[in-house]
Nanobody, 127 residues
Framework: QVQLVESGGGLVQAGDSLRLSCAAS????????MAWFRQVPGKEREFVSS???????????DYADSVKGRFTISRDNAKNTVYLQMNSLKPEDTAVYYC?????????????????WGQGTQVTVSS
């Protein structure tokens, strides 16, 4: 079992920055792949970014085109925490952001490839 707890959401203005955190606990092998998704009412949950590692020094990062160059995903192994640094925020980034964890696989963009989810944290960007 894996538990994920997100934090760091809030209300900001366009152009501001926020850093989301996802503290993970539980089986390490079940969270070799972690990601951030986001969802707005009436729409499907969409991929934002993922980080996955196949060894202590080898990790891969991916981003949705809509956030590439503005968002950065990272991890702190000592704290079992994954971060999403969000810069140059836009009103269209407004959503509930969810942290997800799963077993390492080639599929990292679909919700079905993740087994564990956090409760979500609201990010609101005003214009």
């Amino acid at each position: 079992q894996v538990q994920l707890v997100e934090s760091g959401g809030g209300l900001v203005q366009a152009g501001d920055s926020l850093r989301l955190s996802c503290a993970a606990s539980g089986r390490a092998g079940s969270r070799d792949k972690m990601a951030w998704f986001r969802q707005v009412p009436g729409k499907e949950r969409e991929f934002v970014s993922s980080i996955r590692w196949s060894g202590p020094l080898t990790s891969y990062r991916d981003y949705a085109d809509s956030v590439k160059g503005r968002f950065t995903i990272s991890r702190d192994n000592a704290k079992n925490t994954v971060y999403l640094q969000m810069n140059s925020l836009k009103p269209e980034d407004t959503a509930v952001y969810y942290c997800a964890a799963g077993i390492l696989s080639s599929d990292y963009k679909t919700t079905g490839s993740y087994d564990y989810w956090g409760q979500g944290t609201q990010v609101t960007v005003s214009s």
